[in-house]
């Protein structure tokens, strides 16, 4: 029996951005797990945040279900990843349990020591930003390891809200009725969601994974039948978003782009989500040129540099302005000009201007180009030369983009290797300023996406011997996930060497709990 999906199914996540699954697996262990949560919440020291499964590492058996696998490998890839970040999220009861908030509330009141936000968002990546996708290559999955009825307040999502720009007036909200023990909700990265009301007394809790694509899609990874754009027979959202469909399928599908009849230039940018996902997805290449100048005219506005909010006192605080317009660097998630989408779905025919801009000094420009060009990944010499150029920039918001475009490319990263190394070894001194309150640096950015690189080249042409050698020189940097990530291409390279080298990393570093301390019974 295979357990990849389906073509309605593949249809159904596109239009909405998720799919509800179940998990084939013993009831019990939803028990077992939701037992063990309880008990490392409520009785241990600390939040377990990223370690929560190497605290119950039964949450593996669900992830490596067939169902949950299989699903993943449709829409991710067969050599999809387990993202190092996790978290747990907890709902406590509120302590007024009469009144009742419409599903679309806007930020009900959560219980005291609650860890869940209630306001309608899309998550920030973690811990710094990149680019919201309108492909589907960052999932999340909401993990219900517990019964949780509507009064004990389950993640509410926005249906198709994963193709907006940022959260707007609430549509095609979901407040599923009958979450039931196991349940699994598989989600594109960028959906608009938000936890909702406890009105029960006892905690609710869900444990969020994030998943990510290593490879762009040359096949279909799914059971397909089918290789027409079908509409689903039923949206929950009320409008129709068929051009913006059809290209994320014949992308899934590894197709080139199909030109279109040409697009309202005016909607681009528009606050209205599905007047200008239609503008996106309609431009054809005899407009080509006039993105590009879209694109261009955005130099000298400083869109690099972070708008960050203030306080009531007007003190800048760390903490990005995420609805601000016009577009701009934003720590939370980067929402590149529509212009930039508009370009990466036209395809390979728009790569000769959108590498003129890359030649441009105007970092917020030079960002839109490599952004699509990253979108459309195609990996042609003149692509890789310029991006492995932009390598060297002295932004690291340059850097950052270059590398995820770099990612995905399925090219030959040779010539880009000694300069992969250099920013995983060596200190940037100007990239040191704390980004966010977590304290993370523009630097340990650079080097989670230079890993997440390497990752990606193993299933590709890259020598991986070169490839190993780099890896193993950071499996004691200070950022928790780039070893995480490093542990995991060395895997993957198989080599005895990779193999060992591996496994003494988690020799050393494995998670022993046998002498955690929990509250004394007595």
Known sequence: ?????????????????????????????????????????????????????????????????????????????????????????????????????????????????????????????????????????????????????????????????????????????????DVKAGTFFLVHFDMVHAGFT?????????????????????EPSWNCKNRNWQKPKKTIIDYNAEPAWKYIWNWMLGSPAINQEGADLMALNSLNQPERLESIYLCNTDQINVLAEQISALAGSGNHNRLLAKDADGNTIPRDDSRGYPRRWNERAIVYDDAAYALAAIGEAAIPALLKLTDEEDPWVIMNATFALGEIGQPSDGVETALVHLLDHPLQQVVRQTLDSLALMNCDLELALPKIEHLLTHTNPEWQTKEVQRGWTGEDQVRLNAVFTLLSAVEGPTNNMAIEDILTQILNDRNGYVPAVATEALARIGSVSASQTALRYLQERRLDDALRSWEKPF
Do not use: C
Request: negative net charge.
């Open 198 to 218: 406890n009105r029960t007394e006892l905690t609710r809790y869900m444990v969020k994974f994030v998943f990510t694509r290593v490879e762009s899609p040359t």
């Open 1 to 177: 029996m295979s357990y990849l999906l389906n073509d309605d199914q593949v249809h159904d996540f596109i239009a909405n951005g998720f799919l509800r699954l179940e998990p084939d697996v013993a009831e019990a262990l939803h028990n077992n797990i939701a037992r063990d949560i309880e008990f490392a919440i409520e009785k241990e020291n600390g939040s377990y945040g990223n370690n929560i499964v190497s605290r119950v590492p039964a949450l593996w058996d669900i992830i490596r279900s067939r169902r949950i696998d299989g699903a993943l490998k449709s829409l991710l890839g067969p050599n999809y990843y387990v993202h190092p970040h996790r978290a747990i999220h907890i709902n406590r009861p509120v302590e007024d349990k009469t009144t009742i908030y419409p599903d679309d509330f806007d930020g009900p009141p959560m219980g005291k020591g609650s860890m869940a936000g209630s306001g309608w968002h899309q998550d920030a990546q973690s811990p710094l930003s990149r680019a919201r996708h309108h492909l589907p290559k960052f999932l999340i999955g909401f993990y219900f390891p517990h019964d949780a009825p509507p009064e004990m307040g389950p993640t509410r999502i926005q249906a198709g809200s994963h193709l907006f720009a940022h959260p707007v007036e609430p549509s095609g909200v979901l407040a599923p009725k």
